[in-house]
């Protein structure tokens, strides 16, 4: 009985492809990501009236206006700053669907506290300090390195 044996070009074929595959450069996807602080809000219900988020930083105080129940598909929002942003859901939804999802931060502020009015009665303020955490989202050695913290207001 013979023993099947591979032809020595076979051989040599898969040899010179496993070594190029090995030194082979890294591919890295496209996927992007932005640095920053952001901060869900959680509730029940979101009652009709004018809402006023008040964000104070270690460098800035910033303030965002709107009210609930949206005008139209555009919910009207007024920010002072540039630095934050306030994120609203529902608005092509019936109005009772109308609520304010967070805030983001486009920097990294070490500490954060936020305020929430509606109709000059607060419902919640919270001081927080992200704990940030750096990520490669197309793998070690690619671009871009993205710092972000994440965090709930609740009331």
């Not at 898969?14 to 959680?42: H, M, S």
């Not at 793998?139 to 207001?153: D, I, K, M, R, S």
């Amino acid at each position: 009985m013979r023993t099947p044996t591979f032809p020595s070009a076979l051989v040599i074929f898969l040899t010179l492809t496993g070594c190029e595959a090995a030194t082979d450069t890294k591919g890295c996807t496209e996927i992007g990501c932005v640095n920053g602080f952001t901060v869900d809000f959680q509730t029940g219900t979101w009652p009709a009236g004018t809402y006023v988020v008040y964000a104070v930083t270690q460098t800035t105080t910033s303030t965002c206006t709107v009210k609930l129940p949206f005008a139209s598909i555009d919910p009207g929002t007024v920010c002072t700053g540039d630095k934050f942003q306030l994120g609203t859901s529902g608005s092509a939804l019936p109005a009772a669907q109308h609520s304010l999802v967070g805030v983001s931060f486009f920097d990294t502020p070490a500490e954060v506290t936020l305020t929430v009015k509606r109709d000059a009665t607060q419902l919640a303020t919270q001081k927080f300090t992200p704990a940030y955490k750096t990520s490669t989202p197309n793998g070690a050695g690619c671009e871009p390195t993205c710092t972000q913290a994440n965090a709930t207001l609740k009331w």
